[in-house]
């Protein structure tokens, strides 16, 4: 009886051996080593998303030609967009994109990190766990919903408390001068931090958990307080994962189209302040396209994209030297 | 381990695999009945795409007309007025619907004689955030245009107060909104601008994207809407229809004619009529600021455009019958949706239009 199970089973496996052989792809049979077939596997996975990013790339550049070859570089530093005339300049757009983001970073990165802590470090397991749930249902709200919310919400408040608070306390300063209409630059970062909150959060929460206990058992042996543990240890430990965390943040706050379009005011300007309407390049590309009649106008609008992908690339590559000396310089440290 | 794991694979890829191959064969039985049983109409789709101004009239039109010709299915899809141009041009719709007439350049882009058959028509409204009115405010075309220039900067200005003297304006700054994304509703208003104002007329123009002098931007009919309604003092143009349903303000303006008239289903439709004369023979018109003493003078019209040498069979045959039904019996379900219908005089011509498809092109 054990006998008869035993072939039974060198069956099965030959029949396994056999099926691959015989009914597997031509190239495949005889093919025994999975290892190698796993690998490339993966190479041709990991080759798709390059070959992906050039064929988008070289889309854009065939898409924006007429664009490229019309206005050349002054299309960068051109303030001017006028569809009507057909002259085309992206500057405002630029502007808009970077300064958007860098509030929208100022705001939600000391609190995503501050958050990230209090989670790890000093939060009951209850609510560590609560909250923690919480911050990632921000990530899961549909734009429109936060653009409309910021239109009818945060607007009106920005309009009638933040923007009088900070035209009286920090008035001398040209970025907080002038009427507020509610909608502007300034309620676009507002309106962006608490989109990329939970990124940074959520992210920086698992970098900062994943720290070894005893490097805090350590800190604290030796006299350290809470305060002290947590910066000179926990957080220079977690460097690399919390930047890599702002990249991913960064990367949403320059993309980010619908919300930004709902609250920014969508003029194309750059002014100095923060209370003023301004344009980002996803906001024209997804205002504009639809209607965008002539070819030369439908280029330039294609070339806001190929620049907004120039933008990403560089500030994406900025953030990561950045983060890479902070690193390093942390290693050093220690 | 592995040849386990590798059998499984593949059993799941032979699964799908076969799966693939049983479900070819469904979808074609699945459309045989179809065809055999309507074999001698056939069943038509016909597809459209264009504006989004046009797409709730649409939508009635294709289902009443669907109880009335089972047969025809229209599928329209509202991407634009622009984009119903650009896909007429590449032929993957039958009919575009679009709110600006083609240009010139568009027109020789389609190669083939492309036609324009208006189908209905609507007001753009200047509606505002001011409490406490007595009743709307009254809007000579100096003052809309030096509003929307940024001359004119409070209510309180005497290019709006001499034209309502019987109520007090107030020293409110004015705010204007704007539309931020390409639309059929800013070219309609910057077209009744460059009408009226030659320092708009030089220093705008007409398009359905600006450079706008003065003003913030708000995507779409709810953007604008919404800003204005957060935003005292604020002015911005919403279409009419939009502004009924969400029962917001709205001011009169004064026509050619000197009467200050409020926008209503009729008044679009007696500027139509009141403008016939100077409507050119291809029937890309633009009737704002129209003579029309009882007309109310920025209305736009959405036109279908369709080509001339549409190849004949079923798919002509049901699109002429859909145009045509629309042109009649389906002007009588504008009014409850709060379009205008066309003009009696402006049907006919647009039915000759609709008559010299094939025609030409034989």
Redesign the interface.
């Known amino acids: 009886m054990a006998a008869n199970l035993d072939a039974i089973r060198a069956q099965t496996?030959m029949l396994?051996?056999r099926?691959?052989r015989r009914?597997?792809p031509p190239a495949l049979q005889g093919w025994t080593n999975?290892d190698a077939l796993f690998r490339k596997a993966c190479t041709v996975f990991g080759l798709a998303i390059v070959g992906l990013l050039v064929f988008i790339v070289a889309e854009l550049v065939r898409g924006s030609a007429p664009s490229l070859l019309r206005f050349g570089s002054s299309f960068v530093v051109d303030k001017?967009?006028?569809?009507?005339?057909e002259r085309f300049g992206a500057a405002t757009f630029i502007y808009g994109t970077v300064v958007s983001s860098a509030i929208a970073l100022l705001i939600a990165v000391p609190l995503g990190v501050g958050v990230a802590i209090f989670l790890v470090e000093m939060a009951p397991r209850q609510v560590s766990v609560t909250v923690g749930f919480l911050v990632e249902l921000l990530a899961a709200i549909p734009s429109i919903v936060y653009g409309?919310w910021g239109?009818?919400v945060l607007?009106?408040i920005v309009?009638d408390h933040l923007a009088p608070a900070l035209r009286a306390t920090l008035g001398f300063i040209p970025l907080f001068s002038g009427?507020s209409?509610?909608?502007?630059m300034l309620t676009a970062g507002l309106i962006l931090s608490i989109m990329i909150l939970p990124f940074i959060a959520a992210v920086s929460r698992d970098v900062l958990a994943a720290v070894p206990q005893a490097q805090r058992e350590g800190s604290l042996a030796v006299g350290a307080t809470k305060w002290e543990t947590i910066w000179q240890v926990v957080i220079p430990y977690g460097r690399a994962g919390i930047g890599g965390a702002i990249i991913l943040a960064l990367g949403r706050a320059l993309g980010e189209t619908m919300a930004a379009?709902?609250v920014i005011?969508?003029?194309?300007q750059i002014a100095a302040s923060l209370f003023q309407?301004g344009?980002t390049m996803a906001?024209v590309i997804?205002?504009?396209?639809?209607?965008?009649?002539?070819p030369l106008y439908l280029s330039a609008l294609t070339e806001v994209g190929l620049l907004l992908f120039v933008v990403t690339f560089a500030v994406n590559g900025c953030a990561r030297v950045l983060i890479w000396r902070m690193a390093r310089g942390a290693g050093r440290h220690e | 381990m592995?040849?386990?794991?590798?059998?499984l694979l593949?059993s799941l890829a032979f699964a799908l695999g076969v799966g693939c191959k049983q479900s070819s064969p469904t979808a074609t039985s699945n459309e045989g009945p179809q065809a055999a049983q309507a074999a001698p109409a056939g069943p038509v789709t016909l597809n459209g795409a264009g504006s989004t101004f046009v797409y709730p009239m649409m939508s009635r039109w294709s289902s009443e007309y669907q109880k009335l010709a089972p047969e025809v299915q229209v599928n329209y899809q509202s991407?634009?007025?622009?984009?119903g141009?650009r896909q007429l041009i590449a032929h993957t719709v039958q009919f575009g619907a679009t709110d600006a007439p083609m240009?010139d350049?568009?027109l020789k882009e389609a190669k083939s004689p492309v036609l324009h058959v208006p189908l209905v028509m609507g007001a753009v409204v200047a509606t505002y955030n001011l409490p406490d009115l007595p009743h709307a405010i009254r809007f000579s075309p100096e003052a809309l245009a030096g509003i929307f220039l940024g001359e004119i900067t409070t209510w309180n200005d005497s290019k709006i107060a001499s034209a309502n003297s019987d109520m007090k304006l107030p020293a409110t700054?004015i705010?204007v909104v704007h539309r931020?994304?390409?639309?059929?509703t800013t070219f309609v208003w910057a077209d009744y601008l460059s009408k009226v104002s030659p320092a708009w007329k030089t220093k705008?123009?007409?398009?359905?994207?600006?450079?706008?002098p003065v003003?913030?931007?708000?995507?779409g009919n709810?953007?604008v809407s919404?800003?204005v309604r957060?935003?005292p003092g604020a002015i911005g143009y919403v279409e009419m229809t939009y502004a009924i349903q969400n029962k917001m303000p709205f001011g009169q303006v004064k026509n050619q004619a000197g009467n200050f008239v409020e926008p209503t289903i009729d008044s679009v439709t007696a500027a139509a009529a009141g403008a016939l004369s100077t409507i050119p023979d291809d029937l890309r018109y633009s009737i704002t600021n129209s003579p029309a003493p009882n007309g109310y003078p920025i209305c736009g019209t959405v036109w279908a455009v369709v080509y001339q040498d549409t190849p004949p069979g079923p798919a002509r045959k049901a699109l002429v019958g859909f145009l045509k039904w629309v042109l009649h019996e389906g002007q009588k379900f504008c009014g409850p949706l709060d379009y205008s219908p066309l003009p009696a005089d402006l049907v006919q011509r647009a039915d000759a239009k609709l008559e010299s498809i094939g025609v030409a092109a034989k």
């Open positions: 496996q396994g051996q099926t691959l009914w597997g999975l001017l967009w006028d569809p009507v005339t409309l239109l009818f607007a009106p309009r009427p209409f509610g909608v502007g379009t709902m005011g969508n003029t194309p309407p344009y906001s997804a205002n504009e396209y639809s209607e965008a009649s002539g | 592995h040849r386990l794991t590798t059998l593949w991407i634009g007025s622009g984009g141009i240009t350049d568009q700054p705010v931020s994304d390409g639309s059929g705008v123009g007409a398009a359905t994207s600006l450079n706008w003003g913030i931007g708000g995507k709810e953007g919404g800003t957060q935003t």
